[in-house]
């Protein structure tokens, strides 16, 4: 089975802080991705990156970075936390092609005070 | 751009009915279609997906879905509902690069 591990269930942190989470797959795919999960607003898609060292943005890039040096391992920052990126945040990883399913993480509940 | 519509935030259904959770999406060229479900606290697990073919497609746990392309329409059903079905649904269309996901569907299954 595929396993996509984030570092954190839970994490708390004061405006301003910068603030990493961390994904691990360990199934040797190609894509990760970066959700965010809002009620009633669905996952809206932070970035995305097909290869090591490669991202694009998604639909709400503002305000994150990432980082992937390497394959398994896809990392969003937070440079400077504010109290609107208090969120459920998703990772996700999938083979290359459109059709394939991506498969999640358990989450990170993220609050910003 | 892609778009996916849940019409209802909340279906209610009585354990051992039939239970449909309602998708319509908006894509240029051909949908690649799918059905996540997330338990409390959990991430989201992957239902079925429409990638061509026929219509009706089955899944997970006796999920199916019917893509209908002139309702560009693909409706999750289940002939009789459990209560453990209690979860939070998502439909979500890939036409590029990226999933867009629908705003989920609260399913309530009660005994």
């Known amino acids: 089975d595929v396993k996509v591990t984030q570092s954190s269930r839970y994490l708390v942190k004061r405006t301003g802080e910068k603030v990493f989470l961390e994904c691990v797959q360990d199934m040797d795919h190609e894509n990760m991705f970066w959700y965010r999960q809002d009620p009633g607003l669905g996952l809206r898609l932070i970035y995305f990156?097909?290869?090591?060292?490669?991202?694009e943005k998604g639909d709400i890039p503002e305000g994150y970075s990432v980082s992937r040096e390497k394959k398994e391992r896809f990392s969003l920052i937070l440079e400077s936390a504010s109290t609107n990126q208090t969120s459920m945040y998703l990772c996700?990883?999938?083979?290359?092609?459109?059709?394939?399913?991506?498969?999640f993480g358990p989450g990170t509940r993220l609050t910003v005070l | 751009a892609q778009s996916v519509a849940q019409p209802e935030d909340q279906v209610n259904v009585a354990e051992g009915n039939p239970l449909t959770v309602k998708c319509t999406y908006s894509?240029?060229?051909?949908?690649?279609l799918f059905w996540y479900v997330q338990y409390p606290n959990r991430g989201l697990q992957f239902l079925l997906k429409y990638i061509t073919g026929d219509n009706l497609v089955k899944g997970s746990y006796g999920f199916e879905a019917e893509f209908n392309k002139s309702q560009t329409s693909f409706h999750l059903k289940k002939p009789s509902a459990l209560v453990s079905d209690s979860a939070l649904y998502f439909c979500?269309?890939?036409?590029?690069?990226?999933?867009?996901f629908g705003g989920g569907t609260r399913l309530m299954v009660k005994p």
């Open positions: 996700a990883s999938s083979l290359v092609t459109v059709y394939n399913e991506q498969f």
């Open positions: 894509v240029s060229g051909n949908p690649y």
């Open positions: 979500a269309v890939n036409a590029g690069n990226m999933l867009t």
């Open positions: 990156s097909y290869d090591v060292k490669m991202k």
